[in-house]
Nanobody
Framework: QVQLVESGGGLVQPGGSLRLSCAAS????????IGWFRQAPGKEREGVSC????????YYADSVKGRFTISRDNAKNTVYLQMNSLKPEDTAVYYC?????????????????????WGQGTQVTVSS
């Protein structure tokens, strides 16, 4: 069965950190472009960070640049999103997506919001 499963969300205080994981089963992630997206209540889905499957280049939304880091562990067939210095405005459901098309510009995937496979989402709540 082909699926993506996110984990690592939770409740954290402002300034805290979380690491989200996106584990794939039924297919190999290393040839896919990967994106992390989030959707807060009443807001449109936003591309947070994406990584190219062409040259490994990355893209970060301005709102998370310098605080979030996307990475792959091909041996574990897993992609991560390290989130530091979290703010209340980071509160959202976070989704990962995998796209098989060759993505040379990571920003393109984040802007288009496309993926062949999507996870079910994990809730991140930043609150004191």
């Amino acid at each position: 069965q082909v699926q993506l499963v996110e984990s690592g969300g939770g409740l954290v205080q402002p300034g805290g950190s979380l690491r989200l994981s996106c584990a794939a089963s039924g297919f190999t992630l290393d040839s896919y472009a990967i994106g992390w997206f989030r959707q807060a209540p009443g807001k449109e889905r936003e591309g947070v960070s994406c990584i190219s499957n062409s040259d490994g280049s990355t893209y970060y939304a301005d709102s998370v640049k310098g605080r979030f880091t996307i990475s792959r562990d091909n041996a574990k067939n897993t992609v991560y999103l390290q989130m530091n210095s979290l703010k209340p405005e980071d509160t959202a459901v976070y989704y990962c997506a995998a796209l098989s098309a060759i993505v040379t510009i990571a920003q393109a995937m984040c802007v288009a919001g496309v993926g062949n496979y999507w996870g079910q989402g994990t809730q991140v709540t930043v609150s004191s």
